[in-house]
C-alpha cells in the first residue's frame, strides 16, 4: 500500500447522520484532525426522514409530570438556537428554519384536561403560552375551531438544509464507503488498528461509530456486544394536496398515552408544494398496520383532530422507518445521548436530532485523548463527497 493513501487522524468517524456529521464538525472545531466515513449520502438513514423537531422535551410530559426525559432535553432548543446565530458548539448560520415555534392543539377544550393547568404551572417555566384567538397560526385560524392552542418554544429545521450545511464543512474530510468487518484491521488484543477501504487505509486514536442501525453490524465485527442495540419501528404518513395550510404542531386530544396523537411538520416538495409529514401515536401504533390500513387511518385521525380543514382530495403515503438505539430496558425510548466507550472505539446514538449538542458534550468528555491540531491533506479526491440523501417527500 503507498504511503500517498494512508490517512492518520485523531479521530475516524463512522456513518454521517445528524451524529457523525455534528462530531466531525465539533471535534474539528476543536483542532482535532477527523475524517467521516459514509456509506451511501449523509443523513441516509434516520435523519433525512426525521421531521426536524428541536424540541425541549414537553411533548414527553404529556401525561402532566416533567419526567427525565422532558428534563434533560429541556436546554436543546436554545443550544440549537445558538448554533443557528453562530455562537454555539456548531456554526448552523444559513440552515433553514422551517418554524421558530412549535404548537400544541386540541380540537376540543375539555379533552386538555389536566395538561392545561400543568403547561399553564410553574413547573414548565414559560416553555409553553396558551395562545388568543387573533394570534393562531393559519391552520387554526377558522371560526369552525373551538378548541385550545398552546405556543411552545421549540423550533423545527429543515433536515435536508442541516445535512448540506454540515456536510459541506466537512468536504476534504469524508470518504466514500461502507464499513463492514472485513474492512476493520484488529491488534491481536481486539482493539480496533485501523479501516482499509479499497487502497485507502485509516489509521486513529479514537474510532467513533455514529452509523445509526449500522453500529450493530460494526460492534458484532469488533466483538462488542454491550451496548445492544434495539429498534423501534415508525410507520409515517405523508399528505399532499394543493394549499395546504403551514402546520408545526400536536395533536393532544384525547390523550390516551405519553405520546401526541399526531405530531406534524409541513415540508415543501419539489414541485414547490406544501405536504404535511405526520408522525407521533399514529405513526408508533401503525407499524402494525398495513400501508393502505395506515392511509385510511391517518385519514380518519386528520378528519378527526381538524375537522374545521377540508382535506377532500388528498393523497396519502407511507413510510417505514426503524429508530436505532441502545438497546433500555423494556424497549423503552432513551432519555439523553448515549456514548460508550469500549477501548479506542465510542458507540454513539443521539436517539433524537435535538440531543445532538448532548451528543457533542458527551463525546468530548469520553475521547479521553488531546487533539493534535493537525491538518489532513491526504484525502484523494476521488474518495471524497458522498452527497446527501433525498428527503422522502421528493422520492
Ligand atoms: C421518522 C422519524 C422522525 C424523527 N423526528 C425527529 C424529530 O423531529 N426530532 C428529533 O429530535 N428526533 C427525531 N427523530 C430521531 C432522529 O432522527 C435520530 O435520532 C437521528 O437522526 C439519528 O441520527 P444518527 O446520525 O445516529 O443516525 P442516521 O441518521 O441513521 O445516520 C447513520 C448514517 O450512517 C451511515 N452508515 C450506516 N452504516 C454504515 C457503515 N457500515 N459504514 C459507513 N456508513 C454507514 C448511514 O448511511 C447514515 O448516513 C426521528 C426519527 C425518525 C425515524
Known sequence: MSTRNRICVD??????????????????????STVLIERSTFGDGQTIRSQGMIHGGLKYALAGVL???SESIAAMPARWRDCLRGSGDVDLRGVRVLSERYYLWSPNDSAVGRLGGFLASKVVRGRARRLERSEYPAAFASPDFR????????????APSLLNHLAQAQRGHTISGMVGAEHLQLRNDGSLASIRLRDCEVTAERFVLTAGAGNEALLNALAIHEPATQRRPLHQVMVRRAGLPPLYGHCVAPLTGSEPRLTVTTHTDQSGERMWYVGGQLATDGVARTDAEQARHAQAELAACLPWLDLAGAQFETLRVDRAEPQQHGGRRPDTAFVAAIGNVLACWPTKLTLAPDL???????LNCAPSHRAVTDIPDRLTHPG???????R
Open 11 to 32: 479521530v475516524a468517524i463512522v456513518g454521517g447522520g445528524i451524529a457523525g456529521l455534528w462530531l466531525a464538525d465539533l471535534l474539528r472545531g476543536r483542532g482535532y
Open 388 to 394: 446527501v440523501a433525498v428527503p422522502p417527500w421528493n
Open 67 to 69: 419526567t427525565g426525559a
Open 147 to 158: 378548541g385550545v392552542v398552546y405556543e411552545l418554544d421549540e423550533l423545527v429545521i429543515d
Open 360 to 366: 457533542g458534550d458527551k463525546v468530548l468528555a469520553a
